[in-house]
């Protein structure tokens, strides 16, 4: 049996004046040395101010043989080069081709990989597709470290505490978060494919349509740039999160949210009235309520491509702009939006426009919701 590590004489209590914040390090300490730490590993942690993360680094990091992404080329099937580019598309970092630091997790990665370009998906989507998944998950990664944080952080906690709590949270609540997962994402893909409407030319030519004809929406933040001059950035980060949970709550098929940028949020539709009456609510929520923001939003139609899941054209660049015309706590839409909306709205021309990036005049229009027992505008 090895002999026991002198903590402090190794200078990993230094800086640590208060009895109770030193008993709590050297607890964490020992047992961070019962599980294996070794020395070196724990001047690191501590050097970097991460002793209390180490717990939980060792129950996320997977465990098991480890390769060279040389040999994970080779078991896969792969081309060395593609792996390096599928590791950048994921953010990961670049390795030595030779150093044996790939885990089972990631050679069965490449394996899927594998299939899916057997399956007939080339290259450049592969790497768009793992780019969008990448971000997304990042998100999703956010969010749920954000939530366990507010779950598992008590008051007068040390770092022991929070570390050896949030380890035994992972263990939990790790292998339940794949399958939910997975299960969102199906049910995500059958509603992307109920809406996909494939036609005779479809069929004919063996390919989704390119450009497809949306209604796009955008829904900003007013005077959000005078707001960050007066209040600090903790609370204007939190004022953003508020607006995205409310979009994100306001949202139902078959509108979709396509990205918050900041202030705005870009939404998307198949059919006009349910994303006019998505904006529409949101900025009337807005308005009624002196303690919320107040909100304006703009409305575009027309043909515009999806890629890697977000949408290019005229539409979206047209309902950025017209977004930026609205007034505050109102909603603007073009005359395409009026023309194709079936359901009752108070229309009111606002006058042929000009806007930077977009070519030609724009028939701009106001629009509100009709009133309970009211009649719609022509």
Do not use: C
Not at 22 to 45: N, P, Q, S, V
Not at 46 to 52: F, M, N, P, Q, T
Not at 212 to 219: C, S
Not at 275 to 291: H, K, Y
């Amino acid at each position: 049996m090895g002999v026991a590590i002198d903590f402090e004489a190794e200078g990993l209590l230094d800086g640590l004046s208060e009895e109770a914040a030193r008993e709590a390090r050297l607890e964490l300490l020992r047992t961070l040395e019962r599980e294996g730490f070794t020395l070196d590993e724990l001047r690191r942690a501590a050097g970097e101010d991460r002793l209390a993360l180490l717990p939980v680094e060792r129950v996320l990091e997977a465990e098991g043989p480890r390769h060279t992404l040389r040999e994970v080329a080779e078991a896969s099937g792969l081309e060395l080069s593609f792996l390096e580019e599928a590791r950048r598309a994921l953010g990961d970092p670049a390795v030595d081709p030779d150093a044996r630091v790939l885990t089972d997790e990631e050679l069965e990665l490449a394996r899927h990989a594998r299939t899916l370009l057997d399956a007939g998906l080339d290259e450049e989507s592969f790497f768009e597709l793992i780019r969008v998944m990448s971000h997304s998950l990042d998100s999703i990664a956010s969010a749920l470290v954000a939530t366990l944080g507010q779950a598992l952080l008590h008051p007068g906690d040390t770092e022991r505490d929070l570390g050896l709590r949030y380890a035994e949270s992972l263990r939990m609540l790790a292998p339940l978060a794949g399958p939910a997962l997975e299960l969102i994402l199906s049910r995500r893909l059958r509603e992307q494919i109920r809406d996909a409407v494939i036609g005779r030319a479809e069929l004919e030519s063996g390919r989704l349509p390119g450009a497809q004809e949306v209604f796009v929406a955008f829904v900003d933040i007013v005077g959000f740039t005078e707001l960050g001059e007066q209040v600090p950035a903790d609370e204007l980060g939190a004022v953003v999160r508020d607006f995205e949970l409310r979009v994100e709550a306001a949202v139902e098929p078959p509108v979709r949210l396509v990205k918050t940028i900041g202030d705005a949020a870009m939404l998307v539709s198949h059919e006009p009235d349910p994303l006019l009456d998505t904006v529409l609510n949101l900025i009337d929520a807005s308005s009624r309520d002196p303690r919320e923001l107040v909100l304006r939003g703009g409305i575009a139609a027309g043909e515009a491509l999806q890629r890697a899941g977000d949408w290019y054209g005229r539409p979206v660049n047209l309902a950025s702009r017209l977004t930026s015309f609205a007034r505050r706590g109102s909603v603007v839409a073009t005359g395409e939006v009026r023309k194709a909306a079936r359901g009752e709205y108070r229309w009111s021309f606002a006058g042929n426009r000009r806007f930077k990036g977009v070519t030609g005049e724009v028939a701009v229009n106001r629009v509100r919701a009709a009133p309970p027992g009211g009649q719609p505008s022509p």
